[in-house]
Nanobody, 125 residues
Framework: QLQLVESGGGLVQPGGSLRLSCAAS????????IGWFRQAPGKEREGVSC????????DYADSVKGRFTISRDNAKNTVYLQMNSLKPEDTAIYYC??????????????????WGQGTQVTVSS
């Protein structure tokens, strides 16, 4: 059974940091491009970042450039999202998703084949 599991969410003050993890079971994550998405209450799911299977290519939404960093450790079958300088507007449920190969439309949720259940990130004082 193919499964993605996110972890690392929580409550953090503005300006703080969190590192999210996306772990895979039932398949080899190294063969897939991975995207991170988020969805706030009442809003559409939006693309945050994406990394190619090899890790050679990464992309970010303008709203997180310079603050978030995506990386992967294929030996651990895990992708990470390091989030620094967090703002209240970063509050959302964060999801990771997998697809067979990197696509320039990485930000579009519909192109992904597998999804995790999400982890809540709350930025508040």
């Amino acid at each position: 059974q193919l499964q993605l599991v996110e972890s690392g969410g929580g409550l953090v003050q503005p300006g703080g940091s969190l590192r999210l993890s996306c772990a895979a079971s039932g398949f080899t994550l190294a063969n897939y491009a991975i995207g991170w998405f988020r969805q706030a209450p009442g809003k559409e799911r939006e693309g945050v970042s994406c990394i190619s299977a090899s890790g050679s290519r990464t992309d970010y939404a303008d709203s997180v450039k310079g603050r978030f960093t995506i990386s992967r450790d294929n030996a651990k079958n895990t992708v990470y999202l390091q989030m620094n300088s967090l703002k209240p507007e970063d509050t959302a449920i964060y999801y990771c998703a997998a697809r067979n190969y990197y696509d320039r439309d990485w930000w579009h949720p519909i192109i992904y084949d597998y999804w995790g259940q999400g982890t809540q990130v709350t930025v508040s004082s």
